[in-house]
């Protein structure tokens, strides 16, 4: 079956940066849109960022622009967040998935989810 395992979340002041992992397993891995988002109590889960199977152009949410950047590595079946520049709205659990399709934003179109990793930025 298809897992997704996050790691690398945690506490870390205004500023600083986190590295996020999300390592895939039972898919294709290549074959598959990846995606980052994070979701707060009470908010709906929102993107924060995707990229396709072969790599390419990633898309990224306005709030993270610039600070946060996400790769991939096929042969690893691993996808990354480096998050820089860390600000206290940037606290949430975040979550990788995958989809099937290419240039999707919703959470509805991501087939597989991992359990969340928690990034908290205390200010």
């Known amino acids: 079956q298809v897992q997704l395992v996050e790691s690398g979340g945690g506490l870390v002041q205004a500023g600083g940066s986190l590295r996020l992992s999300c390592a895939a397993s039972?898919?294709?891995?290549?074959?598959?849109?990846m995606g980052w988002f994070r979701q707060v109590p009470g908010k709906e889960r929102e993107v924060v960022s995707y990229?396709?199977?072969?790599?390419?152009?990633?898309y990224y949410a306005d709030s993270v622009k610039g600070r946060f950047t996400m790769s991939r590595d096929n042969t690893k079946n691993t996808v990354y967040l480096q998050m820089n520049s860390l600000k206290p709205e940037d606290t949430a659990v975040y979550y990788c998935?995958?989809?099937?399709?290419?240039?999707?934003?919703?959470?509805?179109?991501?087939?597989?989810w991992g359990q969340g990793t928690q990034v908290t930025v205390s200010s």
């Open positions: 998935a995958s989809a099937s399709l290419n240039g999707v934003t919703t959470p509805r179109n991501y087939n597989y």
């Open positions: 990229i396709p199977g072969s790599g390419g152009i990633v």
């Open positions: 039972g898919l294709t891995f290549s074959s598959y849109t």
